[in-house]
């Protein structure tokens, strides 16, 4: 969760719509950021990642960090599962259909 919330405040700084290069910088940092840029974006916007506003010339910066909460699951919550009954544990094994003898039950 560290990550996130150096990530998170990374993209705090930015303004409301940032560029490729500045979304790169605050992710991943200025070392990786080109490599980002060219390999991980198109594999991202596949997945739904933000796609450039035309008006405003860059990446809605709230909607990026929305698909990165729901990328690492942070926004979907956790499924508990349900138990869906008692648990008879040995019962299957008691189970087995028996012949029935041409004579009646044993």
Do not use: C
């Amino acid at each position: 969760m560290a990550v996130v919330g150096a990530m998170n405040d990374a993209l705090s700084a930015l303004p409301l719509f940032a560029t490729d290069q500045e979304l790169a910088v605050a992710i991943v940092g200025r070392a990786r950021s080109e490599m980002w840029i060219k390999a991980v974006i198109p594999q991202l916007e596949r997945k739904g990642f933000p796609r450039i506003d035309p008006l405003h010339d860059g990446r809605p910066v709230a909607l990026v960090r929305r698909f990165y909460e729901g990328y690492f699951g942070i926004a979907s919550g956790f499924n508990v599962a349900t138990p869906d009954g008692e648990e008879r544990l040995g019962e299957w094994k008691n189970r087995r259909k028996r012949p029935k003898s041409q004579w009646g039950d044993p």
